[in-house]
Nanobody, 128 residues
Framework: QVQLVESGGGLVQAGGSLRLSCAAS????????IGWFRQAPGKEREFVAA????????NYADSVGGRFAISRDNAKNTVYLQMSSLKREDTAVYHC?????????????????????WGQGTQVTVSS
């Protein structure tokens, strides 16, 4: 069992930066692959970024590549999402999620329905 709690959201002007954190409880956190997803009002939840249990192979949605960076500190049971050059269209509730994908990671990391545990989300609002 893994419990996830996101923090770090808030209101920021376009062009600004935020760093989201996903803190996990549970001794097995370091064995989970972690994804960040977001959901804007009236839209489906979409993939943002993911990272393997080892910290390798970060992956990004095309819409955030070059602006966002995902990282993790397994000693602190925490995954981070550094967001820079924020745009109004980045406004959403951001969720982190945990799954174990092993050798199938590259086929699964962007798929919402395949993650086992979810946090409650943190709101990010980007103003113009």
């Amino acid at each position: 069992q893994v419990q996830l709690v996101e923090s770090g959201g808030g209101l920021v002007q376009a062009g600004g930066s935020l760093r989201l954190s996903c803190a996990a409880s549970g001794r097995t956190f370091s064995s989970y692959d972690i994804g960040w997803f977001r959901q804007a009002p009236g839209k489906e939840r979409e993939f943002v970024a993911a990272i393997r249990w080892s910290g390798s192979t970060p992956n990004y949605a095309d819409s955030v590549g070059g602006r966002f960076a995902i990282s993790r500190d397994n000693a602190k049971n925490t995954v981070y999402l550094q967001m820079s050059s924020l745009k109004r269209e980045d406004t959403a509730v951001y969720h982190c999620a945990a799954g174990r994908f092993a050798s199938t990671y590259h086929r699964r990391f962007s798929r919402v329905e395949l993650y086992d545990y979810w946090g409650q989300g943190t709101q990010v609002t980007v103003s113009s």
